[in-house]
């Protein structure tokens, strides 16, 4: 944000950066399917389309909230804590552009529409092969007007961070840091998989992790790319610094695997993919293309630390959004107060370049963001779950969430299937004898 | 010298195996089968396709044993699959005429769980 201020003057819609911006829009959709894939082969394969199907229920439920009300509270007016409710149901989104932009109000929406509905379907990877559909429904509805669209108007929209200047390209913030940290107060609320630290629970299907992350890569480059609203430098050098960050982050992965455990991994290089995405995100217009390498490189660092660590905890943060998201994005929050560089960003030099100050506002959105990230999330959660029960029986456990919730599997081979004409016909004539259960 | 076979819930392998392994009974195979043992159908839908599922998932464990390791065996697969739902499973005995151990040639009891004790 803020990288295109020298051009706000231009009040007119400029077609080629419209062009790519419906794109990056397009690419960046693509990323909550690309993440509906990484996420359901992390999985047992009994949940697998539950797991996909809650990436699958953001795109429903956070388009809804953010149309009604989400994109308002995010993107109308200064207010410090939140906007305002004058964008709300889309009211004065048309095709005039959105001020400080050369792109019309409607597109601008529908990229941050994208934002939003990634960054639900990120939370979900904590509560993955437990939590019940219903309740996810409601939690995802909630959570992406109270968390996202608050911390997105912190970082993105005016409010109080972005007011006092904390950097912040693509959603180090409202997507990474939100997401991450909102992860955690989930898992803890929800509570541990009932077979978690007793049993081994394994991915399924590792190539499904490595095509999702690297269908989340592709996406990865409208998300970034499209952060500078236009086609101008900015957008330009986040582009580039999105193909250099994650490379440097999986080489240092690479070492690391190495050296703990003498083999490079594949789900290893799909982890390394994310977190590369999610360090440069920040950043991302911000520092040149050698800063990026670095961010890259050192993002591997605690990230890979907290993934080995957090599962000897008892925290079943099933799918580690916490260090592949939070970590990151908190590494990508602060470092970019030390290395931006104005020379390449036109906005801000960092700390190394002469300016405590832009270290400092980094500083503060690193605390500020994952504390409100986690109380809300906590505190809603705990509300949501005073109404009606957040996750399965231990026996819907076992049985597992896509026949439970969904009445369907992954992986069904029809044998032993009886056709019948409607569902409540199954208990009475369906031809076959069946015995009864005791 | 009998085999034990045991068909049991697919989510209670690692139950059952630490079990006989408690038990002392080494040695077992393990394959993936459908079957249906009186428990309640699932209906799934496809599209506007609804099926009754007859048939569910489940293990069978097949386990050859010296007839002193027999009652080991059996409670073992007993304690690890149970869940008092319909559709834990069934176990079977079964004579067992010869046994060979490929690698040593070994026959009958030297080639399964052992007679000592």
């Known amino acids: 944000m803020g990288a295109l201020d020298a051009v706000a003057v231009l009040a007119a819609v400029d077609t080629g950066d419209t062009a790519w911006m419906l794109t990056a829009t397009a690419l960046v959709l693509l990323m909550t399917v690309g993440l509906g894939l990484f996420y359901a082969g992390l999985v047992r394969s009994k949940n697998t389309l539950n797991t996909f199907m809650m990436c699958i229920a953001a795109l429903a439920v956070?388009?809804?909230?953010?149309?009604?009300?989400?994109?308002?509270?995010?993107?109308?007016?200064?207010?410090?804590?939140?906007?305002?409710?004058?964008?709300?149901?889309?009211?004065?989104?048309?095709?005039?552009?959105?001020?400080?932009?050369?792109?019309?109000?409607?597109?601008?929406?529908?990229?941050?529409?994208?934002?939003?509905?990634?960054?639900?379907?990120?939370v979900s990877g904590a509560v993955v092969e437990r939590m019940r559909f219903g309740a996810y429904l409601v939690f995802a509805a909630l959570w992406s007007v109270l968390v996202y669209a608050v911390l997105a108007h912190w970082?993105?929209?005016?409010?109080?961070?972005?007011?006092?200047?904390?950097?912040?390209?693509?959603?180090?913030?409202?997507?990474?840091?939100?997401?991450?940290?909102?992860?955690?107060?989930?898992?803890?609320?929800?509570?541990?998989?009932?077979?978690?630290?007793?049993?081994?629970?394994?991915?399924?299907?590792?190539?499904?992790?490595?095509?999702?992350?690297?269908?989340?890569?592709?996406?990865?480059?409208?998300?970034?790319?499209?952060?500078?609203?236009?086609?101008?430098?900015?957008?330009?050098?986040?582009?580039?610094?999105?193909?250099?960050?994650?490379?440097?982050?999986?080489?240092?992965?690479?070492?690391?695997?190495l050296i703990?455990?003498?083999?490079?991994?594949?789900?290893?290089?799909?982890?390394?993919?994310?977190?590369?995405?999610?360090?440069?995100?920040?950043?991302?217009?911000?520092?040149?293309?050698?800063?990026a390498m670095a961010l890259g490189a050192l993002a591997a660092l605690p990230c890979y630390?907290?993934?080995?660590w957090r599962p000897r905890t008892r925290v079943d943060e099933t799918l580690d959004v916490l260090a592949a998201h939070g970590i990151a994005g908190f590494t990508g929050i602060l470092l970019l107060g030390l290395v931006a560089q104005e020379s390449w960003n036109g906005v801000s030099d960092g700390l190394l370049y002469g300016n405590a100050d832009q270290f400092l506002w980094q500083a503060i959105a690193a605390a500020a963001v994952p504390a409100y990230a986690f109380i809300a999330t906590f505190v809603l959660l705990k509300v949501i779950g005073a109404v009606m029960p957040l996750r399965a029986s231990e026996h819907e456990e076992a049985l597992g969430m896509?026949?439970?919730?969904?009445?369907?599997?992954?992986?069904?081979?029809?044998?032993?299937?009886?056709?019948?004409?409607?569902?409540?016909?199954?208990?009475?004539?369906?031809?076959?004898?069946v015995a009864n259960p005791v | 010298?009998?085999?034990?076979?045991?068909?049991?819930?697919?989510?209670?392998?690692?139950?059952?195996?630490?079990?006989?392994?408690?038990?002392?009974?080494?040695?077992?195979?393990?394959?993936?089968?459908?079957?249906?043992?009186?428990?309640?159908?699932?209906?799934?839908?496809?599209?506007?396709t609804t099926v009754k599922m007859g048939l569910a998932e489940k293990l069978r464990f097949e386990i050859a044993v010296s007839d002193d390791f027999v009652d080991a065996a059996v409670t073992a697969l007993c304690e690890g699959a149970r869940t008092g739902e319909v559709g834990d499973g069934k176990i079977f005995v079964m004579p067992l005429d010869r046994a060979v151990r490929i690698r040593t040639g070994e026959t009958d009891h030297g080639a399964v769980t052992p007679v000592a004790k």
């Open chain 1, 260 to 291: 703990r455990g003498r083999k490079v991994t594949a789900i290893g290089a799909a982890t390394a993919i994310i977190v590369g995405c999610v360090v440069i995100t920040p950043a991302g217009g911000f520092v040149s293309p050698g800063w």
């Open chain 1, 305 to 308: 630390a907290v993934i080995v």
């Open chain 2, 1 to 48: 010298m009998k085999l034990v076979i045991g068909i049991v819930r697919p989510e209670k392998a690692n139950d059952v195996l630490e079990a006989l392994y408690r038990a002392e009974v080494r040695g077992v195979t393990l394959s993936r089968v459908q079957g249906h043992g009186g428990e309640l159908d699932r209906v799934e839908t496809y599209r506007g």
């Open chain 1, 402 to 433: 896509d026949i439970v919730q969904h009445g369907e599997e992954a992986y069904v081979t029809g044998e032993g299937a009886i056709l019948i004409s409607a569902p409540d016909a199954a208990e009475s004539e369906t031809g076959v004898p």
């Open chain 1, 62 to 122: 956070a388009t809804v909230t953010w149309a009604a009300v989400g994109y308002s509270i995010a993107f109308d007016g200064d207010g410090s804590i939140i906007g305002g409710f004058g964008h709300a149901f889309l009211q004065g989104v048309d095709f005039t552009p959105r001020d400080g932009t050369t792109i019309p109000h409607l597109v601008f929406f529908a990229f941050q529409a994208s934002f939003c509905i990634i960054t639900v379907a990120l």
């Open chain 1, 155 to 257: 970082g993105f929209g005016g409010g109080w961070l972005m007011a006092n200047g904390t950097l912040d390209f693509a959603g180090g913030i409202a997507v990474e840091m939100a997401s991450g940290f909102s992860a955690l107060a989930a898992a803890l609320v929800v509570g541990a998989r009932k077979d978690y630290g007793r049993q081994a629970l394994l991915p399924h299907n590792a190539v499904y992790v490595v095509l999702g992350a690297g269908l989340l890569w592709f996406g990865w480059f409208g998300f970034n790319g499209g952060s500078g609203f236009g086609t101008g430098n900015a957008s330009v050098l986040a582009f580039t610094n999105t193909l250099l960050a994650p490379a440097c982050t999986l080489v240092v992965w690479f070492a690391l695997d």
